[in-house]
C-alpha cells in the first residue's frame, strides 16, 4: 500500500514515562489514533520490525492513508525505528512529521518547521544520524524550561504540574490542526495553523 505520510511521536516506552514532558509526541499519536478510531479509519499494525508500535490512519483531514507510529525504542534511539520504517515503506524523509517535546518554546505553544538544528533532543539526532538528513518536518511541543538551569533531565523526564498538564492536552487539537494542514496544503499551512494556536504575547511597557 502507498501511504501519504508517516507521523512519528516520540517518547520513551513504558509506564513509568507515561505522562512526562518528553513524551508529548506518543500524546499527539494518541490522539490522531482516537480521532480515527471514532471515525471508522484506524487499523493495528505489526511494527515489530520497527520496533514500534504502529497504525494506518485513514481521515478525511490526511488527504489520505498515513502510517502513525510511536517508537519503542528509548528516545535517544529514535533512528533505529524510522530509518527501517520509512526504508520499507519506501517512504522519503519529506514524507515523515516527527511530533516531539521542545524546551524552548512555552508550555502549550505549537511550532511546524522543516529540517534545521536538534537543539540538543537525542530522539531528532538519531532519526538525522540514520536518515542521513535534517530533512524531515517537525512538530513541536512546547514544555518550556526548567526554572532551574541544569536540571534538564529531570525536567523533560518529570511530569507537568496542572497548570503546565492542562496547557499540553488543550494544545492537541491544535497540533492536529497543524498536522492536518500540512497535509492539505503544505509547510507555510502548517506553520501558520502553529503560530495562530499560541496565546498572543503580553504587550510589553
Not at 7 to 34: Q, W
Not at 151 to 166: S, T
Amino acid at each position: 500500500m502507498e501511504y501519504t505520510g508517516v507521523l512519528v511521536g516520540l517518547g520513551n516506552p513504558g509506564p513509568r514515562y507515561e505522562g512526562t514532558r518528553h513524551n508529548c509526541g506518543f500524546a499527539l499519536v494518541s490522539a490522531l489514533l482516537e480521532l480515527a478510531d471514532k471515525e471508522g479509519g484506524l487499523s493495528s499494525l505489526n511494527g515489530g520490525k520497527f520496533s514500534c508500535e504502529l497504525w494506518r490512519v485513514r481521515l478525511s483531514q490526511l488527504n489520505g492513508t498515513w502510517l502513525a507510529a510511536m517508537p519503542q525504542t528509548f528516545m535517544n534511539l529514535s533512528g533505529q525505528c524510522v530509518q527501517p520504517l520509512l526504508a520499507w515503506h519506501k517512504l522519503k524523509p519529506e514524507q515523515l512529521v516527527v511530533a516531539h517535546d521542545e524546551l524552548d518554546i512555552p508550555a502549550g505553544e505549537l511550532r511546524f518547521k522543516r529540517g534545521g538544528g536538534n537543539a540538543g533532543h537525542n530522539g531528532l539526532k538519531s532519526i538525522t544520524e540514520l536518515l542521513g538528513t535534517p530533512d524531515f518536518y517537525r512538530l513541536r511541543l512546547g514544555i518550556g524550561r526548567p526554572p532551574h538551569k541544569g536540571d534538564v533531565i529531570n525536567w523533560v523526564l518529570g511530569h507537568p504540574d496542572a497548570e503546565d498538564a492542562e496547557r499540553l492536552r488543550a494544545a492537541l487539537p491544535e497540533a492536529l490542526d497543524t498536522l492536518f494542514a500540512f497535509a492539505d496544503k503544505g509547510l507555510e499551512a502548517a506553520e501558520r495553523e502553529a503560530r495562530a494556536a499560541n496565546p498572543p504575547k503580553a504587550a510589553k511597557d
